[in-house]
């Protein structure tokens, strides 16, 4: 019964990227190849969803057919909203942490990390556009978690990973 949640849940995370890929890929061409803006981009999103919903309206109209759900009532739970922002707020958080431990220098291992990471970005910033580079930023993170969706290959990377871990604790 656990295993078909699991399985459930794998595939849905699987789904997740494919619909962010797509999602990445239309915003990407749309800023990108036809030179518009990300305001532009909302506009015509917003344009396409009215009409739709009109037609919708419209037609539901003709038929007599009533709508369960009406979506002047949809609301954000108090508790979602709560952990939406504390997620940005961690993950807000955890990166100044990093930086300001980074700045005081008292760890120069991660000094260089950052120092180097830092200069990288501005590299490939000043090679393509910044639209190119968080659109291969979503393919990567799409393809991990299309891999980690997968069941055979994430118990393989699981493994693999678990093996590295206990290596590096042994060192």
């Known amino acids: 019964m656990e295993d078909d949640e699991h399985h459930q849940q794998q595939h849905q995370e699987g789904g997740k990227a494919i619909v962010m890929f797509i999602s990445g890929t239309l915003i990407y061409y749309h ?3 036809r030179n518009s803006s990300f305001l532009s981009l909302l506009s015509d999103v917003f344009l396409v969803i009215l009409c739709s ?3 919708l309206g419209l037609l539901f109209r003709h038929f007599n057919i009533s709508v369960p759900v009406d ?3 949809w609301q954000v ?6 952990n939406i922002f504390a997620c940005l707020a961690n ?3 955890a990166a100044e942490s990093v930086l ?3 700045a005081t220098g008292h760890d120069k291992k991660l000094f260089v990390r950052v120092v180097v990471s830092l200069y990288l970005l501005s590299v490939i910033g000043r090679m393509v556009s910044g639209v190119t580079v968080a659109y291969a930023g979503l393919c990567l993170i799409c393809l991990y978690m ?3 969706s997968s069941l055979p290959l994430s118990s393989r990377l699981s493994c693999y990973l678990a093996r590295r871990e206990n290596a590096e604790i042994q060192d």
């Open 31 to 33: 800023c990108s190849f």
């Open 53 to 55: 919903l009109a037609i």
């Open 71 to 73: 979506p002047l009532e």
């Open 77 to 82: 739970s108090q508790d979602t909203a709560n």
């Open 91 to 93: 993950t807000v958080g």
């Open 100 to 102: 300001r431990v980074a």
């Open 146 to 148: 299309f891999v980690e």
